[in-house]
């Protein structure tokens, strides 16, 4: 009886751990794919939608205009 608890037990723990593990390296890779790699695309987004610009390649050219402002 003793030995059916432990097993369901450790199969918890294990378990426990592995969610862990797996949702430490997905936000590994998240942080990777939407880091610095993402900023100047986010801006010029942003810049998009604020401005109403309509052209994405006039608001790169805004925020590359001024990249500590933005």
Do not use: H
């Not at 450790?10 to 936000?27: N, S, V």
């Not at 880091?35 to 805004?62: H, M, Q, S, T, V």
């Amino acid at each position: 009886m003793w030995q059916l608890v432990l097993g369901q037990v450790m199969r918890e723990i294990e378990r426990q751990a592995a969610k862990q593990a797996l949702w430490g390296t997905g936000k590994g890779l998240a942080s990777l794919l939407l880091g610095e790699a993402n900023k100047p695309e986010a801006y010029a987004d942003r810049i998009n939608r604020e401005f109403n610009l309509r052209n994405y390649a006039k608001a790169w050219a805004l925020y590359d205009s001024d990249c500590a402002y933005w």
